[in-house]
């Protein structure tokens, strides 16, 4: 899991409603449409508020300044009311479930969990991130029925997006630097029914697709030349992986922040 820094996040909860606006002119849909689709929950029935509590955690690394609070401020733009626990670690579990919420969020340097603590369910950031900006790309190029797309990494975001996209009808094909674990993706996802393609050179299939998923950690993945007119990226990594020069040709088409889209579906999916 990629490990943010405070200012990474230290904007997030101050300007959610830009954000939204923002998401709303790309994709045509609300942050919250998104995130609930994503995670197959219909708004169109009235929804449970439930407690939610964000854990502060210290282990690994340490606190991220402000991290606490941007979840909580996205939870709270998605119409929920969280709090921030005043103890950490164990004892700000323990305080969480004795003031009654339901679902908590906690992270530390392996993973960042969403649990609603009645029903048991779990969702891992890295999953909620893929399916929610598998979405996003969805919206945003009108219906992904037939269409190609490259997923650019095959850890847990790649692996949930390849999943999302392969489920709306995309034709999707993943590349890791690693060629293993595009193999072991790939082969997973075909187990279940799926047809995931394998990317051997990043280069050629840059030239070949023009819908883009980077999960990739890395920058200058996706260079100026590789953009095209009716290219799309959808892009959660951390740092982003199009090269600086092409920002200002890709910016209406490209869907890209450090931790919204992932909080918001995580925040569904465990309704």
Known sequence: MTRLKHEDVAEISRQMSDYNST???KTGCSLRELAAWAAGVH???????????IIPMTCGQGIIEGFSQSVAGIVQFLGFSPVITESRDAGGVAEAIEGGAEIIFMADDDRFVAVNVKSG???????????????ALEQMC???ESKKALVIGA????TGAAKALARSGAAVAVYDINPQMSKILADRL???GYNIMVETSLTDALNR??????ACPAENVILTEHLKDDTMIAAPGIPLGVEAAG???IADRLIHDPLQIGVATMMFDVL
């Open 43 to 53: 708004l169109d029935r009235e929804l449970p508020q439930p407690k939610v509590a």
């Open 155 to 158: 850890g847990p975001v790649g």
């Open 209 to 214: 697709y023009n819908l883009y998923f980077d």
């Open 142 to 144: 009108r219906g992904l």
């Open 121 to 135: 369910k779990v969702s891992d950031n890295g999953e909620a991130t893929g399916k929610g900006y598998a979405m």
């Open 190 to 192: 075909n187990k279940l």
């Open 23 to 25: 998401l709303i002119q």
């Open 247 to 249: 920002l200002e040709l």
